[in-house]
């Protein structure tokens, strides 16, 4: 079963542009991972961000976790064609699995 | 690049036959996990090794089997195969002092598994 879901499915926008994702999850976590996934090849980690952090900045990067609604938002600043990708959310759950479980993804595309 | 290499690349099998796929972890990763992803869907959790030794398992069927080596590399088994198992298989690596809390996996590029 999928632990978190991101929101929207696919988001289009021009390159320039801001890109927010959002990652809605289900039980308490200890921590949440941002992952990329370009043309249905591997994963690439984004960025970690902890269950007793708020936001975490990496280049372009922003991501913010608000664990009382359960949820988590990526946002890509500038974005370029080269962000072109999908986008996953993961969670590992405090207390028990120790295994990230992974949403369904957002698709973006940036048009130059 | 991950240092985290999968073969083959893409492979087309028959319904009931039996498969196996490869991942050479990056060097120095103790830790290996498989995922399936179906077209569309998010990784979903196969199961993990440590040190040789399955540590933890998504809900998957028994047909769905693996081994990990002294080297760290690993091996995914996937007997009477079902048109449902075409997917991309990925592998992702993590150092891991004790197979738990694994967080940041570094993954490879996947083999993608056709099923006719």
């Known amino acids: 079963s999928q632990q978190g879901e991101e929101d929207p499915q696919a988001l289009s926008i021009q390159e320039g542009e801001n890109a927010t994702m959002n990652c809605s999850y289900k039980?308490?976590?200890?921590?949440l991972q941002w992952y990329r996934q370009n043309s249905g090849r591997g994963l690439v980690h984004l960025i970690l961000i902890r269950s007793n952090e708020r936001e975490k900045h990496s280049g372009r990067l922003r991501v913010t976790l608000d664990t009382s609604k359960k949820s988590s938002s990526l946002l890509i600043t500038a974005s370029r064609a080269a962000d072109t990708a999908s986008y996953f959310c993961a969670t590992r759950a405090s207390g028990g699995s120790y295994i990230p479980t992974f949403g369904r993804g957002t698709s973006l595309i940036v048009h130059p | 690049e991950t240092g985290v290499t999968q073969s083959p690349t893409h492979l087309i099998k028959t319904r009931g036959q039996q498969v196996t796929l490869r991942c050479s972890s990056q060097s120095g990763h103790n830790t290996v996990s498989w995922y399936q992803q179906a077209l569309g869907q998010g990784p979903q959790f196969i199961f993990q090794?440590?040190?040789?030794?399955?540590?933890g398992r998504g809900n998957f069927p028994p047909r769905f089997s693996g081994l990990q080596f002294p080297n760290y590399s690993s091996e995914l088994n996937v007997n009477a195969l079902e048109l449902d198992d075409s997917a991309l298989y990925l592998c992702a690596s993590s150092p891991s002092p004790s197979g738990r809390a694994v967080e940041t996996q570094y993954f490879g590029p996947g083999t993608r598994l056709l099923v006719l």
């Open positions: 090794y440590y040190r040789e030794e399955e540590n």
């Open positions: 039980t308490s976590i200890n921590n």
